[in-house]
Structure formats: structure tokens, C-alpha cells
T-cell receptor, first 114, second 112 residues
């Protein structure tokens, strides 16, 4: 069964450092997303990506965040200068074409900023 | 801003009991999804409801979409310990980018 894979599963970084979270979406999907879930809180939308560009971003997704699909298979989320409050689970998701299609989520990357 | 309010946030019941989880909004959603999330993993889709008034069944789970497409419910009959987990409702946002707006989740514990 196709799946979304994310690496690493856990990343510990020092405040102010750059991190790159990696995702391999399902191969024939066209829509890609990043969500985050701070411990004990709800899953929050960060950004959507379609046709090699950002289609929507939330107010959380400020200038410290960027996304890229560098080689047609990977989809990355970069945080330039991490803050303590960036500590969260980050989920990548992808969807195929068509209305109401299922969003498949990866297992997440737990980012801990110390 | 579209918001989904899920209730209750925590539910602890005995095996064999029935339960209902509610997901409410003041906004209309084109569809609503219910997910289950295990600790340390991503959400896994249980069902999508699209039409107002729609009812879908998945074994002992019954999902309903409100007539006005602003609310949904998940009913579990004769709960089992294997049903223990976090249940999330999520709605298709209004922006047509396919983003999902999540409720806060309901943590269900079913005791044997």
C-alpha cells in the first residue's frame, strides 16, 4: 500500500539552528501539505503546495519557514532559525486529484528545540 | 475563520458501552473527515462524509454529517479496548487548496 514517508522520525536541534524535515509523498499525488501538532494541541495547517508553488499558507508559516520540492519526489520543510516554540510533531500529507480525495499522512517528525 | 469544535475532549468508558463524539462548527464544510491517530503516528482516515444528512457505517462505528453540513458525529456501539485512541474530525477548508481544518480531538479510553 502506498504511503507517505518522513525523515527523520525525531530531530533535536539547538535554538537558532536550521532544520530540514523531509517527506516523500505518494508518487502520483499532486497536492502536498505540512501540518504541525504541538504537544496536547490540535493539528494545525502550515502550508499547501501544488504545481511547484505554495498555494496557501497559514499565519504560522512566516519568513522562517520555506518548502521545496527539489527533485520531483521529495518535499521538504525548512525552518531557518528554530525557536523553542517550534517544538512539535510535523506531519507531511499528500492528496491526489479530485474533490474529497483522501489525505494520506506520514508518521511525522518530532522536532525538539533546546 | 473556519473552526471545528470537538466534544468531549476526553472519554473513559467500560467495554461494551456506547459513545458519541461530536464535531461542530458555525461554518459549512464541503466534506468532513474522521481520523484516528495512534501515539507517535500520523492521522489515518476512517471515513469521509460529503452529503448533508449522510450516514456511513464502518463496522461498529457510525458517522453522520449534519443536514446543513456544519456538524458531524461519530457513534461507537459496544466499544472495545481496541477502540482506544485519539479521534479527530477535519473539514475541507473553503480555499479549494485541499487543506484540512482539524478539531481538537477526542481521546477515548475503553477499559476492559
Amino acid at each position: 500500500e502506498p504511503e507517505v514517508t518522513q525523515t527523520p522520525s525525531h530531530q533535536v536541534t539547538q535554538m537558532g539552528q536550521e532544520v530540514i524535515l523531509r517527506c516523500v509523498p505518494i508518487s502520483n499525488h499532486l497536492y502536498f501539505y505540512w501540518y504541525r501538532q504541538i504537544l496536547g494541541q490540535k493539528v494545525e495547517f502550515l502550508v499547501s503546495f501544488y504545481n511547484n508553488e505554495i498555494s496557501e499558507k497559514s499565519e504560522i508559516f512566516d519568513d522562517q519557514f520555506s518548502v521545496e520540492r527539489p527533485d520531483g519526489s521529495n518535499f521538504t520543510l525548512k525552518i531557518r532559525s528554530t525557536k523553542l516554540e517550534d517544538s512539535a510533531m510535523y506531519f507531511c500529507a499528500s492528496r491526489g486529484q479530485g474533490a474529497h480525495t483522501e489525505a494520506f499522512f506520514g508518521q511525522g517528525t518530532r522536532l525538539t528545540v533546546v | 475563520t473556519q473552526l471545528l469544535e470537538q466534544s468531549p475532549q476526553f472519554l473513559s468508558i467500560q467495554e461494551g458501552e456506547n459513545l458519541t463524539v461530536y464535531c461542530n462548527s458555525s461554518s459549512v464544510f464541503s466534506s468532513l473527515q474522521w481520523y484516528r491517530q495512534e501515539p507517535g503516528e500520523g492521522p489515518v482516515l476512517l471515513v469521509t462524509v460529503v452529503t448533508g444528512g449522510e450516514v456511513k457505517k464502518l463496522k461498529r462505528l457510525t458517522f453522520q454529517f449534519g443536514d446543513a453540513r456544519k456538524d458531524s458525529s461519530l457513534h461507537i456501539t459496544a466499544a472495545q479496548p481496541g477502540d482506544t485512541g485519539l479521534y479527530l474530525c477535519a473539514g475541507d477548508g473553503s480555499s479549494n487548496t485541499g487543506k484540512l481544518i482539524f478539531g481538537q480531538g477526542t481521546t477515548l479510553q475503553v477499559k476492559p
